[in-house]
């Protein structure tokens, strides 16, 4: 009887746990247009938070929209004007490509390349599965 009501006080003190959100949330893309041209100023902070490289996410971004780009001083800079929520929508496609585990869900992954092929080495169940190597 002690021990239940010691169990109850211990629970009560202790946060509850959210189960609605996600441990592993994107941040939004910041940025804005000069003229004709996007720029990006968070870009490498989104590559960390993913554990990506700025580069591959960069490439596939140019690729998905349609439009050159490039790194210039920090900060990514594609040739078109572009809505941020477009950017994010494929931010959003690329985390689920390239980061996120088909298995588990987790974004604890690693891409690994053997005989020419990407694949997806998650680090949390162990599961390895194949990504587009072209982008």
Excluded: W
């Excluded at 109850?8 to 003190?13: L, R």
């Excluded at 990506?52 to 690729?63: A, E, Q, S």
Aim: aromatic share 6%; proline share 3%; with cysteine.
């Amino acid at each position: 009887m002690e021990y239940e009501k010691l169990l109850d006080e211990a629970y009560a003190k202790i946060k509850p746990l959210e189960k609605t959100r996600d441990r592993f949330e994107i941040p939004k893309i910041e940025g804005h247009v000069e003229g004709n041209k996007t720029i990006l100023t968070n870009l490498g902070q989104i590559a960390s938070y993913a554990r990506r490289d700025v580069d591959h996410i960069l490439k596939y971004l140019m690729k998905e929209l349609a439009t050159p780009g490039m790194i210039k001083e920090n900060r990514a800079i594609l040739m078109r004007k572009i809505t941020s929520q477009k950017i994010n929508e494929k931010i959003q496609d690329y985390t689920n490509e390239f980061v996120i585990c088909r298995q588990c869900g987790k974004p604890d992954t690693e891409i690994i390349k053997e005989k020419g092929f990407s694949f997806i080495n998650c680090l949390a169940c162990g599961a390895k599965h194949s990504v587009r190597s072209k982008i």
